[in-house]
């Protein structure tokens, strides 16, 4: 099943996004959240690689109209790339203050949709879209393999079991939020292909491997805190 994925939004919307992102990350610095801010570092560069090296070198699926392809697509990269991340890394750390942070990243990606759309009207319109068919079954080929490595882990499991549903949850949540302010003020247009099945496959194949990758950095820092006790 191939559709378009669209979008077409104005330079405004872009620049309030940039001083978004320039607050979270010194949010997150502010008050410590160092490695959820490495971490949404490192998911800008995947989803970068992604977008830029794959579906637009590679695939030839990304079409950007009105703006400088490679600097467009490295701020879509930034902005969806360490969001997510960084929402994520605060779900799977537990983190206290979660409504908190999530309520920051909602509402701001509300506002900029609002903001964008009533000041915007004589910056210029970029418009971009992509196919779909040619990469969604290798998405749905990792999707199926991650999940099925964490279902077979909790089979083999008595106490040691992880959360499958709490890993739904966030896949969905992350990518759904963003696809419905998208498709509320009109930067998407509507079709309820790429809500329904974007947010139950794009940002979600990728959570068992996130929280591998998660469990085993929170490992290494324990005991690395234990050696320095030992030592001291």
Request: a neutral charge; zero cysteines; aromatic letters at 16%.
């Amino acid at each position: 099943m191939d559709y378009q994925v669209e979008r077409e939004l104005n330079l405004l919307y872009i620049l309030l996004d940039i001083g978004f992102l320039t607050f979270l990350g010194y949010m997150l610095l502010r008050f410590k959240k160092n490695k959820a801010f490495l971490f949404g570092v490192a998911g800008a560069i995947i989803y970068f690689i992604v977008d830029y090296g794959i579906f637009y070198l590679l695939l030839g699926t990304r079409e950007v109209v009105g703006a400088n392809t490679f600097l467009f697509l490295l701020w879509l990269s930034t902005s969806y790339g360490f969001t997510n991340f960084v929402w994520i890394w605060l779900f799977l750390d537990k983190d206290k203050r979660i409504f908190e942070w999530s309520l920051l990243i909602v509402i701001s990606w509300l506002a900029l949709g609002l903001i964008s759309q009533s000041f915007g009207s004589n910056f210029p319109i970029i418009q971009i879209s992509r196919g779909t068919g040619s990469y969604h079954g290798y998405m749905a080929l990792i999707l199926f393999v991650g999940y099925a490595i964490v279902i077979i882990k909790n089979l083999n499991e008595e106490n040691d079991r992880i959360p499958i549903l709490k890993l739904l949850f966030i896949g969905i949540l992350v990518q759904f939020s963003w696809e419905a302010v998208l498709l509320i003020y009109g930067i998407r247009p509507l079709d309820w292909n790429p809500l329904i099945i974007n947010s139950l496959l794009e940002t979600n194949l990728g959570l068992p491997y996130l929280y591998f990758i998660h469990k085993a950095i929170v490992k290494r820092n324990n005991n690395e805190n234990i050696l320095v006790l030992e030592t001291e």
